[in-house]
């Protein structure tokens, strides 16, 4: 089955630890996406791919990072500089510039 | 820049019933697509209708419909016979292309609650 994946479902972080998120897509999608979920807000855009070995800021950037080295996969590490990382993050992917966006299933993300 | 605003933030319908969610949005561009997205307690946020800006006809899908008024930068979403797993928040979204990159921007959602 196609589909995107997130791993793991909940992740739990002590303060001034590094984690990072797993994203994987078996669509075949050039454009990779990560966002950031918090209660009573919409959707937040962290950073995004278009191609392999390409990335841009997003609007919420600071504190984290990615990479793209495979079309299929795009990590999102949240380093310990991001002063409130609690939160749902979602990956996104689609084929181009006017393809609907189709998501992952989420991590929750937890700073103990 | 372009906002979404989900003026409702709260709505309950029940079971059979058609519940109408609300969106405007404000931009200039004239070139652009919108979403409703629905996210269930699972927190997988799903498509549910997708309207492209230069068709006028209004989108479909099953018991899913939009009132699309592009003047009034209007985009409400319509549930017909409503069914328990409605039960969800529904996200508007506006999507344009932006500097070479797909640049969406998410309202704040309406939690429905379909009740038997």
């Known amino acids: 089955d196609g589909g995107i994946t997130q791993s793991p479902k909940y992740l739990f972080r002590k303060e001034g630890q590094n984690v990072t998120l797993s994203c994987e897509q078996n669509?075949?999608?050039?454009?990779m996406y990560w966002y950031r979920q918090d209660p009573g807000q919409g959707l937040r855009l962290i950073y995004y791919?278009?191609?392999?070995?390409?990335?841009q800021k997003g609007d919420i950037a600071e504190g984290y990072s990615v990479s793209r080295e495979k079309k299929e996969s795009f990590p999102l590490t949240v380093t310990s500089a991001q002063k409130n990382p609690t939160a749902f993050y979602l990956c996104?992917?689609?084929?181009?510039?006017?393809?609907?966006?189709?998501f992952g299933p989420g991590t929750r993300l937890t700073v103990l | 820049a372009q906002t979404v605003t989900q003026s409702q933030p709260e709505m309950s319908v029940q079971e059979a019933e058609t519940v109408t969610l609300s969106c405007t949005y404000d931009?200039?561009?004239?070139?652009?697509?919108l979403f409703w997205y629905k996210q269930p307690p699972s927190r997988q946020m799903i498509l549910v209708i997708r309207q492209e800006a230069y068709k006028q006809q209004n989108a479909t899908e099953n018991r899913f419909s939009v009132n699309f008024q592009k003047a009034a930068k209007s985009f409400s979403l319509k549930i017909s016979d409503s069914q328990l797993g409605d039960t969800a928040m529904y996200f508007c979204a506006f999507m344009m292309n932006s500097g070479g990159y797909q640049k969406v921007t998410f309202g704040i959602g309406t939690k429905l609650q379909v009740i038997p």
């Open positions: 996104a992917s689609n084929l181009g510039f006017t393809d609907t966006q189709y």
């Open positions: 669509l075949n999608h050039d454009a």
């Open positions: 791919s278009q191609i392999v070995n390409d990335f």
């Open positions: 931009t200039s561009e004239n070139n652009y697509y």
